[in-house]
T-cell receptor, first 115, second 117 residues
Framework: NAGVTQTPKFRILKIGQSMTLQCAQDMNHNYMYWYRQDPGMGLKLIYYSVGAGITDKGEVPNGYNVSRSTTEDFPLRLELAAPSQTSVYFC??????????????FGPGTRLTVL | AQSVAQPEDQVNVAEGNPLTVKCTYSVSGNPYLFWYVQYPNRGLQFLLKYITGDNLVKGSYGFEAEFNKSQTSFHLKKPSALVSDSALYFCAVREPGLTGGGNKLTFGTGTQLKVEL
């Protein structure tokens, strides 16, 4: 069981470039999430998905897009990268227990720098 | 709206001493509460959670947390700190029963724990 995997681990982008951060989980979890972590700010939710074909915005969705074509994969797309998107990005998944008692499990993160 | 506060940016403790990392929350009803730990350049690891029942929750690596409804707190504790406990700790809250929303968590800003010899 690999859990939640993310690629790449590190990436440097130039302003205006685009890229896709990959996330995959092998736990058959229905719910998946993308967060960004900035120093002293905790984690902010970018997008989440409750199942294949269903996604919704979180707290800070501007400048990002997601898709969920399979249960396993939840890629995050950055269009027209900006310095404000320099951050560490975490993907997470959970089993969607009734009543919301599920635990989210996190990937190792992608450190993105936009110059 | 659900929110959580970690009032201390950093906690310093000597190895072998007890440690406490503080967390307070705000939700409309009964909360689900979580603690995660993040070691340098790693993802978040789940430590423990409170859903219902006993107010004292035991988790991984000897950590425990006490749910206090009257004080709206969920402080993380360990009787005897180790240097290897040095890490960033996050408290998170979820308000159960919200329709839709994908069981979203709201995280605190994190507390850096430093355990010294």
């Amino acid at each position: 069981n690999a859990g939640v995997t993310q690629t790449p681990k590190f990436r440097i982008l130039k302003i205006g470039q685009s890229m896709t951060l990959q996330c995959a989980q092998d736990m058959n979890h229905n719910y998946m999430y993308w967060y960004r972590q900035d120093p002293g700010m905790g984690l902010k939710l970018i997008y989440y998905s409750v199942g294949a074909g269903i996604t919704d915005k979180g707290e800070v969705p501007n400048g990002y897009n997601v898709s969920r074509s399979t249960t396993e994969d939840f890629p995050l797309r950055l269009e027209l990268a900006a310095p404000s998107q320099t951050s560490v990005y975490f993907c997470a998944s959970s089993r969607a227990l009734a009543g919301g008692a599920d635990t989210q499990y996190f990937g190792p993160g992608t450190r993105l720098t936009v110059l | 709206a659900q929110s959580v506060a970690q009032p201390e940016d950093q906690v310093n403790v000597a190895e072998g001493n007890p440690l406490t990392v503080k967390c307070t929350y705000s939700v409309s009803g009964n909360p689900y509460l979580f603690w995660y730990v993040q070691y340098p350049n790693r993802g978040l690891q789940f430590l423990l959670k409170y859903i219902t029942g006993d107010n004292l929750v035991k988790g991984s690596y000897g950590f425990e947390a006490e749910f206090n409804k009257s004080q709206t707190s969920f402080h993380l504790k360990k009787p005897s700190a180790l240097v290897s406990d040095s890490a960033l700790y996050f408290c998170a809250v979820r308000e159960p029963g919200l329709t839709g929303g994908g069981n979203k968590l709201t995280f605190g800003t994190g507390t850096q724990l430093k355990v010294e010899l």
